[in-house]
C-alpha cells in the first residue's frame, strides 16, 4: 500500500545554513512522482518541487533540491542558504501512475529558521 | 489570472444540514481533488476526478460525495455533516495527460485557499 512518512515533526536551522527535510515512501508501483509542497502560516500549499520515478538526475528548483535515493526509497527536500521565509510547514507527497491516481501526503515537517 | 476558487472560506452550520463546497479551476485542468487537513496527519484525500464524470475514491471518503458534470467545477457535498467532519478542506487541480510518456502523468497540483468548516 501506498505510504509517506516524515520522521520529523519539527526542525530548527539556523540562517543561511542548508537544512535536509527526510521523506521516505513505499509503493508496488514502478511509476510514481514524488512532490514537495510549502504551507506557510498563511494556510496556502505552494508547490516546490517534483521527482519521477524514471528520473536519473535529482530534481534542482532554485534553492530547492531532492535527494533521490530510489532503492531505498527516500526523496529529502534540501533547502540551501535557508532565509527567514522559509519557516514554515513542508509536505512530501506521492502519485502513483498505475491501476489509479491516487494522490498521499506526509504528516509534515514544521521548518524553523532562526536570525 | 490561473487558480482554484473554493467558496465558501469559512462555514460553521450543525449536525445533518446538508451543505455544499464548491471549487472551480480556470486552468482546463483534467485532473481534480479533494483533501482535508486535520493537525498530524497532513493531507488526506478524500475524492478525485480524472475528468468530467470520471470521479474515484481516496483515502477518507465516507460521509462524502462529489460530483463531476464540468470538467471546470469539482463541489463537495456533504449531505449528513458530523463533527468529526470538522476540518480544513483544500481543492486542487492539475493537467493529466497521460501520454505514456514517462513524467508526463506527473504534474504539480495547484491548490484553492482551503476552506474551514465546523461542524458543531
Known amino acids: 500500500a501506498q505510504k509517506i512518512t516524515q520522521t520529523q515533526p519539527g526542525m530548527f536551522v539556523q540562517e543561511k545554513e542548508a537544512v535536509t527535510l527526510d521523506c521516505t515512501y513505499d509503493?508496488?508501483?514502478?511509476?510514481?512522482?514524488l512532490f514537495w509542497y510549502k504551507q506557510p502560516s498563511s494556510g496556502e500549499m505552494i508547490f516546490l518541487i517534483y521527482?519521477?520515478?524514471?528520473?536519473?538526475q535529482n530534481a534542482t528548483e532554485g534553492r530547492y533540491s531532492l535527494n533521490f535515493q530510489k532503492a531505498r526509497k527516500s526523496a529529502n527536500l534540501v533547502i540551501s542558504a535557508s532565509q527567514l521565509g522559509d519557516s514554515a510547514m513542508y509536505f512530501c507527497?506521492?502519485?502513483?501512475?498505475?491501476?489509479?491516481?491516487?494522490?498521499?501526503f506526509g504528516a509534515g515537517t514544521r521548518l524553523f529558521v532562526k536570525a | 489570472e490561473a487558480q482554484v476558487t473554493q467558496n465558501p472560506r469559512y462555514l460553521i452550520t450543525v449536525t445533518g444540514k446538508k451543505l455544499t463546497v464548491i471549487c472551480s479551476q480556470n486552468?482546463?485542468?483534467?485532473?481534480m481533488s479533494w483533501y482535508r487537513q486535520d493537525p498530524g496527519l497532513g493531507l488526506r484525500q478524500i475524492y478525485y476526478?480524472?475528468?468530467?464524470?470520471?470521479?474515484d475514491k481516496g483515502d477518507v471518503p465516507e460521509g462524502y460525495k462529489v460530483s463531476r458534470k464540468e470538467k471546470r467545477n469539482f463541489p463537495l457535498i456533504l449531505e449528513s455533516p458530523s463533527p468529526n467532519q470538522t476540518s480544513l478542506y483544500f481543492c486542487?487541480?492539475?493537467?493529466?495527460?497521460?501520454?505514456?510518456?514517462?513524467?508526463?502523468?506527473?504534474?504539480?497540483?495547484?491548490f484553492g485557499d482551503g476552506t474551514r468548516l465546523s461542524i458543531l
Open positions: 521527482q519521477g520515478s524514471y528520473d536519473q
Open positions: 486552468m482546463n485542468h483534467e485532473y
Open positions: 509503493t508496488s508501483d514502478p511509476s510514481y512522482g
Open positions: 476526478s480524472m475528468n468530467v464524470e470520471v470521479t
Open positions: 486542487a487541480s492539475s493537467l493529466h495527460k497521460a501520454t505514456g510518456q514517462r513524467g508526463d502523468d506527473n504534474q504539480p497540483q495547484h
Open positions: 507527497a506521492m502519485r502513483e501512475n498505475t491501476g489509479g491516481f491516487k494522490t498521499i
